[in-house]
Protein backbone atom coordinates (compact mmCIF):
# COMPACT_ATOMS: atom_id res chain seq x y z
CA UNK A 1 0.00 0.00 0.00
CA UNK A 2 1.77 3.50 -0.80
CA UNK A 3 2.14 5.69 2.02
CA UNK A 4 -0.01 8.15 2.59
CA UNK A 5 1.46 11.42 1.87
CA UNK A 6 0.32 14.94 3.44
CA UNK A 7 -1.00 15.95 -0.49
CA UNK A 8 -3.23 13.20 -0.36
CA UNK A 9 -4.55 13.65 3.12
CA UNK A 10 -5.23 17.25 2.84
CA UNK A 11 -7.03 16.39 -0.24
CA UNK A 12 -9.10 13.66 1.42
CA UNK A 13 -9.67 15.96 4.88
CA UNK A 14 -9.75 18.93 3.46
CA UNK A 15 -13.51 19.97 4.95
CA UNK A 16 -12.47 18.44 8.12
CA UNK A 17 -8.87 20.91 8.46
CA UNK A 18 -11.33 23.73 7.21
CA UNK A 19 -13.80 23.28 9.93
CA UNK A 20 -10.80 22.86 12.53
CA UNK A 21 -9.36 26.29 10.88
CA UNK A 22 -12.77 27.99 11.27
CA UNK A 23 -12.97 26.70 15.14
CA UNK A 24 -9.37 27.49 15.92
CA UNK A 25 -8.11 30.89 13.46
CA UNK A 26 -4.70 28.43 13.44
CA UNK A 27 -4.33 25.05 12.56
CA UNK A 28 -0.71 23.56 12.85
CA UNK A 29 0.58 20.23 11.18
CA UNK A 30 3.69 18.68 12.35
CA UNK A 31 5.21 15.12 11.77
CA UNK A 32 4.18 14.80 7.94
CA UNK A 33 8.04 13.30 7.28
CA UNK A 34 7.17 13.33 3.86
CA UNK A 35 7.01 17.21 3.38
CA UNK A 36 10.35 18.40 3.66
CA UNK A 37 11.15 20.83 0.90
CA UNK A 38 9.69 24.03 -0.79
CA UNK A 39 8.51 21.22 -3.56
CA UNK A 40 6.65 19.35 -1.31
CA UNK A 41 5.09 22.24 0.56
CA UNK A 42 4.30 23.78 -2.96
CA UNK A 43 2.19 20.10 -3.39
CA UNK A 44 0.60 20.64 -0.30
CA UNK A 45 -0.77 24.25 -1.39
CA UNK A 46 -1.71 22.76 -4.60
CA UNK A 47 -3.96 19.75 -3.00
CA UNK A 48 -5.73 22.29 -1.12
CA UNK A 49 -6.92 24.14 -4.03
CA UNK A 50 -7.66 27.38 -3.04
CA UNK A 51 -6.90 30.70 -5.38
CA UNK A 52 -3.62 32.45 -5.62
CA UNK A 53 -3.35 35.69 -4.67
CA UNK A 54 -0.51 37.37 -6.01
CA UNK A 55 1.68 40.18 -3.38
CA UNK A 56 0.93 43.15 -5.13
CA UNK A 57 1.28 46.17 -2.70
CA UNK A 58 2.81 44.61 -0.02
CA UNK A 59 6.38 46.01 1.67
CA UNK A 60 8.02 43.00 2.57
CA UNK A 61 11.03 41.78 0.35
CA UNK A 62 10.42 38.15 -0.76
CA UNK A 63 11.85 35.92 -2.80
CA UNK A 64 10.09 33.20 -5.67
CA UNK A 65 10.87 30.13 -4.88
CA UNK A 66 8.76 27.47 -6.68
CA UNK A 67 5.17 27.33 -7.77
CA UNK A 68 3.58 29.34 -5.28
CA UNK A 69 5.75 29.16 -2.93
CA UNK A 70 7.52 32.45 -1.49
CA UNK A 71 10.30 33.09 1.26
CA UNK A 72 8.39 34.84 3.98
CA UNK A 73 10.34 37.78 4.76
CA UNK A 74 14.11 38.29 3.94
CA UNK A 75 14.01 40.88 6.93
CA UNK A 76 17.36 40.28 8.38
CA UNK A 77 17.10 37.86 11.06
CA UNK A 78 17.89 40.46 13.96
CA UNK A 79 14.72 42.33 13.33
CA UNK A 80 11.51 41.59 15.27
CA UNK A 81 8.25 41.81 12.82
CA UNK A 82 5.47 43.41 14.74
CA UNK A 83 1.79 41.96 15.08
CA UNK A 84 0.17 42.47 11.67
CA UNK A 85 -2.56 40.77 9.40
CA UNK A 86 -1.17 39.99 6.00
CA UNK A 87 -2.15 43.14 3.18
CA UNK A 88 -4.30 44.27 5.96
CA UNK A 89 -3.31 47.77 4.41
CA UNK A 90 -4.84 46.80 1.02
CA UNK A 91 -8.18 46.27 -0.80
CA UNK A 92 -7.97 42.53 -0.99
CA UNK A 93 -6.17 40.58 1.00
CA UNK A 94 -5.39 36.72 1.33
CA UNK A 95 -8.14 34.99 3.64
CA UNK A 96 -6.00 32.07 4.34
CA UNK A 97 -2.01 31.92 5.15
CA UNK A 98 0.38 28.99 5.03
CA UNK A 99 3.56 28.86 6.77
CA UNK A 100 6.06 25.80 6.28
CA UNK A 101 9.53 25.40 8.44
CA UNK A 102 12.06 23.96 6.02
CA UNK A 103 15.00 24.98 7.80
CA UNK A 104 14.95 25.91 11.82
CA UNK A 105 16.68 28.27 13.73
CA UNK A 106 19.74 28.20 15.69
CA UNK A 107 18.15 30.01 18.26
CA UNK A 108 14.84 32.48 18.00
CA UNK A 109 12.55 32.75 15.14
CA UNK A 110 9.54 31.69 16.54
CA UNK A 111 6.25 32.88 14.61
CA UNK A 112 4.00 34.39 17.55
CA UNK A 113 0.34 34.00 16.86
CA UNK A 114 -2.73 36.07 18.21
CA UNK A 115 -6.48 35.96 18.07
CA UNK A 116 -7.58 39.09 17.02
CA UNK A 117 -11.07 39.22 18.63
CA UNK A 118 -9.86 39.38 21.80
CA UNK A 119 -7.27 42.67 20.97
CA UNK A 120 -10.48 44.15 19.73
CA UNK A 121 -12.51 43.22 23.00
CA UNK A 122 -9.67 44.17 25.15
CA UNK A 123 -9.17 47.42 23.18
CA UNK A 124 -12.62 48.34 23.26
CA UNK A 125 -13.19 47.97 27.02
CA UNK A 126 -10.20 50.22 27.71
CA UNK A 127 -10.43 52.50 24.93
CA UNK A 128 -13.27 52.88 23.66
CA UNK A 129 -13.58 56.50 22.31
CA UNK A 130 -10.52 55.60 20.17
CA UNK A 131 -11.63 52.43 18.85
CA UNK A 132 -14.69 54.06 17.78
CA UNK A 133 -12.41 57.06 16.42
CA UNK A 134 -10.63 53.86 14.46
CA UNK A 135 -13.89 52.63 13.24
CA UNK A 136 -15.26 55.82 11.89
CA UNK A 137 -12.14 56.95 10.36
CA UNK A 138 -9.86 53.78 9.19
CA UNK A 139 -6.54 54.53 8.71
CA UNK A 140 -3.83 56.22 6.30
CA UNK A 141 -0.27 54.14 5.92
CA UNK A 142 2.18 55.90 4.32
CA UNK A 143 5.06 53.65 3.06
CA UNK A 144 8.48 54.81 0.72
CA UNK A 145 9.76 52.50 -1.55
CA UNK A 146 13.09 52.90 -3.49
CA UNK A 147 13.14 51.88 -6.61
CA UNK A 148 14.75 47.89 -5.93
CA UNK A 149 14.24 45.66 -3.05
CA UNK A 150 16.52 46.68 0.03
CA UNK A 151 16.87 43.13 2.42
CA UNK A 152 18.55 45.26 5.12
CA UNK A 153 15.05 46.85 6.00
CA UNK A 154 11.87 44.59 6.84
CA UNK A 155 9.96 47.01 4.73
CA UNK A 156 12.44 47.26 1.49
CA UNK A 157 10.63 46.49 -0.93
CA UNK A 158 11.34 48.49 -4.00
CA UNK A 159 8.47 50.06 -6.07
CA UNK A 160 9.39 47.72 -9.11
CA UNK A 161 8.81 44.30 -7.75
CA UNK A 162 5.94 45.67 -5.24
CA UNK A 163 4.00 46.72 -8.68
CA UNK A 164 5.64 43.91 -10.54
CA UNK A 165 6.52 46.23 -13.50
CA UNK A 166 9.70 48.79 -14.42
CA UNK A 167 7.18 51.56 -15.47
CA UNK A 168 6.02 54.27 -13.44
CA UNK A 169 2.80 55.25 -15.06
CA UNK A 170 2.32 50.91 -14.91
CA UNK A 171 2.70 51.52 -11.63
CA UNK A 172 0.60 54.54 -11.00
CA UNK A 173 -1.64 52.75 -12.22
CA UNK A 174 -1.87 49.43 -10.15
CA UNK A 175 -1.63 51.55 -7.14
CA UNK A 176 -4.53 53.15 -8.22
CA UNK A 177 -6.60 49.90 -8.20
CA UNK A 178 -5.37 49.27 -4.40
CA UNK A 179 -6.73 53.02 -2.79
CA UNK A 180 -2.87 54.12 -3.57
CA UNK A 181 -1.59 57.69 -4.39
CA UNK A 182 2.03 57.77 -5.79
CA UNK A 183 4.08 61.05 -4.63
CA UNK A 184 7.22 59.87 -6.78
CA UNK A 185 10.75 61.71 -5.19
CA UNK A 186 14.21 61.63 -6.86
CA UNK A 187 15.53 58.31 -5.15
CA UNK A 188 12.17 56.54 -5.05
CA UNK A 189 8.28 57.26 -4.19
CA UNK A 190 6.11 57.70 -1.51
CA UNK A 191 2.82 55.87 -0.86
CA UNK A 192 -0.38 57.07 1.08
CA UNK A 193 -2.30 54.07 1.26
CA UNK A 194 -6.17 54.56 2.68
CA UNK A 195 -8.21 55.57 4.48
CA UNK A 196 -8.61 51.37 4.86
CA UNK A 197 -10.60 50.28 7.70
CA UNK A 198 -8.65 49.56 10.94
CA UNK A 199 -11.14 47.17 11.97
CA UNK A 200 -13.25 44.07 10.39
CA UNK A 201 -16.62 42.31 11.13
CA UNK A 202 -15.96 38.76 10.85
CA UNK A 203 -18.69 37.65 8.55
CA UNK A 204 -18.24 34.00 9.60
CA UNK A 205 -17.80 34.41 13.15
CA UNK A 206 -19.91 36.94 15.67
CA UNK A 207 -17.01 39.37 15.80
CA UNK A 208 -15.07 42.48 14.86
CA UNK A 209 -11.46 41.64 14.40
CA UNK A 210 -8.24 44.12 14.74
CA UNK A 211 -7.49 43.97 11.37
CA UNK A 212 -4.87 46.35 10.67
CA UNK A 213 -1.37 46.91 10.79
CA UNK A 214 -0.99 49.65 13.39
CA UNK A 215 1.64 48.03 15.56
CA UNK A 216 3.98 46.93 12.50
CA UNK A 217 3.80 50.37 10.77
CA UNK A 218 4.09 52.37 14.46
CA UNK A 219 6.76 50.61 15.67
CA UNK A 220 8.51 51.13 12.33
CA UNK A 221 7.97 54.77 13.11
CA UNK A 222 9.29 55.04 16.35
CA UNK A 223 12.48 52.06 15.70
CA UNK A 224 14.89 51.66 13.17
CA UNK A 225 15.97 54.73 11.22
CA UNK A 226 16.04 53.17 8.03
CA UNK A 227 11.98 51.65 8.69
CA UNK A 228 10.81 54.92 10.59
CA UNK A 229 12.11 56.90 6.82
CA UNK A 230 9.70 54.03 4.99
CA UNK A 231 6.37 53.91 7.29
CA UNK A 232 4.18 55.84 9.33
CA UNK A 233 0.68 55.42 9.81
CA UNK A 234 -2.19 58.10 11.03
CA UNK A 235 -6.11 57.80 11.14
CA UNK A 236 -7.37 58.42 8.51
CA UNK A 237 -8.04 62.21 8.44
CA UNK A 238 -4.36 62.83 8.88
CA UNK A 239 -4.34 63.13 12.71
CA UNK A 240 -1.98 61.29 14.87
CA UNK A 241 -3.09 57.80 16.74
CA UNK A 242 -1.72 58.79 20.38
CA UNK A 243 1.19 56.80 21.75
CA UNK A 244 0.11 56.09 24.88
CA UNK A 245 -2.68 54.03 23.31
CA UNK A 246 -0.60 52.45 20.77
CA UNK A 247 1.83 51.32 23.29
CA UNK A 248 -0.27 49.86 25.93
CA UNK A 249 -2.14 47.86 22.79
CA UNK A 250 1.61 46.33 21.97
CA UNK A 251 1.52 45.26 25.57
CA UNK A 252 -2.20 43.60 25.01
CA UNK A 253 -0.89 41.55 21.86
CA UNK A 254 2.41 40.59 23.69
CA UNK A 255 0.15 39.18 26.35
CA UNK A 256 -2.38 37.87 24.71
CA UNK A 257 0.06 36.20 21.81
CA UNK A 258 1.41 32.86 21.75
CA UNK A 259 5.00 31.52 20.10
CA UNK A 260 5.08 28.32 17.09
CA UNK A 261 8.52 27.37 18.11
CA UNK A 262 9.29 25.68 14.56
CA UNK A 263 9.76 22.22 13.83
CA UNK A 264 11.60 21.17 10.32
CA UNK A 265 8.30 19.99 7.96
CA UNK A 266 5.77 21.98 10.22
CA UNK A 267 3.46 23.90 8.21
CA UNK A 268 0.99 26.31 10.09
CA UNK A 269 -2.31 27.46 8.32
CA UNK A 270 -3.47 30.74 9.72
CA UNK A 271 -6.93 32.57 8.85
CA UNK A 272 -6.03 35.91 7.92
CA UNK A 273 -9.33 37.63 9.21
CA UNK A 274 -8.67 35.84 12.54
CA UNK A 275 -5.54 35.54 13.35
CA UNK A 276 -2.23 38.40 13.48
CA UNK A 277 1.06 37.21 13.34
CA UNK A 278 4.96 38.13 13.85
CA UNK A 279 8.21 37.04 14.04
CA UNK A 280 11.28 36.69 16.68
CA UNK A 281 14.44 37.60 16.07
CA UNK A 282 16.78 34.81 15.19
CA UNK A 283 20.10 33.43 14.50
CA UNK A 284 20.83 31.43 11.13
CA UNK A 285 20.01 29.38 9.77
CA UNK A 286 16.03 29.92 9.52
CA UNK A 287 13.84 29.04 6.36
CA UNK A 288 10.48 29.80 6.98
CA UNK A 289 8.23 29.68 3.59
CA UNK A 290 4.86 31.04 2.16
CA UNK A 291 1.80 30.95 0.37
CA UNK A 292 -1.23 33.12 0.56
CA UNK A 293 -4.20 32.06 -0.84
CA UNK A 294 -7.97 34.45 -1.62
FE1 LIG B 1 3.39 38.62 7.56
Redesign the pocket.
Known sequence: MPACTLPAAVKEQKSFLESLLQRHGAVLLRGFHTTATAEDFNDVIEAFGYEDLPYVGGP?TRTEVVGRVYT??NAPPHRK?HF?H?MSHLPSYPRKLFFFCEEVAAFGGETPILLSHIVYGKMEEKYLEFVEKLEELGLIYTIFAEEEDDDSSALGRGWKSMFHTEDKIVAQQRAAKLNTKLEWMENGVKMIMGPTPGIKRDETRPCKTWFNSIAAAYTAEGGDRKDSEKMGVSFGDGSPLPENVIHDCLKIMEEESIDIPWQKGDLLMIDNLAVL?SRKPFTPPRRILAAFCK
Open positions: SANLHEH
